[in-house]
């Protein structure tokens, strides 16, 4: 690996409400990004909230490396959002993070960039769950893929969520999915640039809890996730 290797990495964070908490988590989030060893960084916020809070936390930090964006298209749909943040970004990479996640460990994002050094075209890490709730940590996991990936467009997930991942610039959400957005991404990662360098430690704390998407929206799991794969297949000719 070049000792001169430095990419500019641009953090992008799709923000909302979150039923009250949404300034609670990007404080987390933000700080455990503002804390790594590695700083050729910028974070870009694209914020699909109705109120002024997160607009006016970040603007507060007074920060040149913090991009703020109000979002007012397709409110409510994460792709469109993290979406809106990539397009706006200026970095060579992008370490995508959702809003109630943070980092654990300060040289986190530099271990990702060293695994990019070393030839990697893209990057997932280990992540834990914190539990918002009680604060309690729990199922650790090493991301994999197996065999031909298309496990993952069946909606099984041995990655995790977009929060694990640090992708080439360009590269976006299908807007077209509704529920496995980060499923489909990462078989589109896996068929263009191959395998992954994995970061085999827990380096992302993935926020759980009765403040997420996913909670609120349990009742539509199934019906979403068979609308992604058939999507999935007439897209990739499976």
């Known amino acids: ?41 910028e974070i870009v916020v694209s914020d699909h909230s109705k109120e002024d809070d997160i607009e006016n936390y970040i603007k507060g930090l007074g920060l040149d490396n913090i991009m703020y964006l109000r979002n007012t298209k397709d409110i409510g749909w994460p792709a469109h959002n993290t ?5 706006n970004s200026t970095g060579d990479y992008i370490k995508l993070m959702n809003l109630d996640d943070f980092m654990v460990g300060e040289d986190s994002i530099q271990l990702m960039v060293d695994l990019l050094g070393e030839g990697n ?20 996991i090493i991301p994999r893929i197996e065999g031909d990936g298309k496990h993952l467009i069946k909606g099984i997930n041995f990655v995790g969520c977009p929060s694990v991942g640090l992708i080439p610039r360009d590269e976006y959400f299908d807007p077209e999915v ?3 957005i980060d499923c489909e991404l990462w078989y589109r990662m896996f068929i263009t640039y191959g395998y992954p360098g994995v970061l085999k430690d827990y380096r992302i704390a993935v926020g759980i809890g009765d403040h997420t998407l ?8 199934s019906e979403w996730l068979y609308k992604d794969v058939d999507y999935c297949n007439k897209k990739f000719l499976i």
């Open 178 to 180: 509704l529920y496995m």
């Open 83 to 87: 979406n809106n943040a990539i397009k």
């Open 214 to 221: 996913t909670s609120q929206l349990s009742s539509k799991h």
């Open 121 to 140: 075209k893209w990057v997932i890490s280990g992540c834990i769950h914190y539990d918002y709730g009680n604060g309690g940590w729990t199922n650790p």
């Open 1 to 41: 690996m070049s000792e001169n290797f430095n990419p500019k990495i641009s953090v992008c964070i799709p923000s909302y409400e979150a039923n009250g908490r949404g300034v609670e988590f990007i404080d987390k989030n933000i700080q455990s990004i503002l804390s790594q060893t590695y700083k050729n960084i």
